[in-house]
Nanobody, 117 residues
Framework: QVQLVESGGGLVQAGGSLRLSCAAS????????MSWHRQVPGKQRELVAT????????NYADSVKGRFTISSDNAKNILYLQMNSLKPEDTAVYYC??????????WGQGTQVTVSS
């Protein structure tokens, strides 16, 4: 079992910034990669950003490129999502996901991000 604990969500005005954190109960050496997803009520969960934790290779959804940065602190087993220039359309519940070497996926509990105009 892998537990992912997210924090950092909240309310922010458009143009502001938030930094989400995802702390894992296992070493990142157990993961092939980690990712951030978001979901709005009534819509499917959307991939936001991915990172290969060992190499640091990252990928982003077009909607967040240039504004969001995913990173990992492998020593502390913490995944981050730095969100800048936030827009109201970024409002969603954000989830952290870890994929293990055995290709099992584990999800965090989700943290609410609300961007007001």
């Amino acid at each position: 079992q892998v537990q992912l604990v997210e924090s950092g969500g909240g309310l922010v005005q458009a143009g502001g910034s938030l930094r989400l954190s995802c702390a894992a109960s296992r070493s990142f050496r157990a993961f092939n990669g980690m990712s951030w997803h978001r979901q709005v009520p009534g819509k499917q969960r959307e991939l936001v950003a991915t990172i290969t934790t060992r190499s640091g290779i990252t990928n982003y959804a077009d909607s967040v490129k240039g504004r969001f940065t995913i990173s990992s602190d492998n020593a502390k087993n913490i995944l981050y999502l730095q969100m800048n220039s936030l827009k109201p359309e970024d409002t969603a519940v954000y989830y952290c996901k870890a994929r293990t070497i055995l290709d099992n996926d584990f999800w965090g509990q989700g943290t609410q991000v609300t961007v007001s105009s």
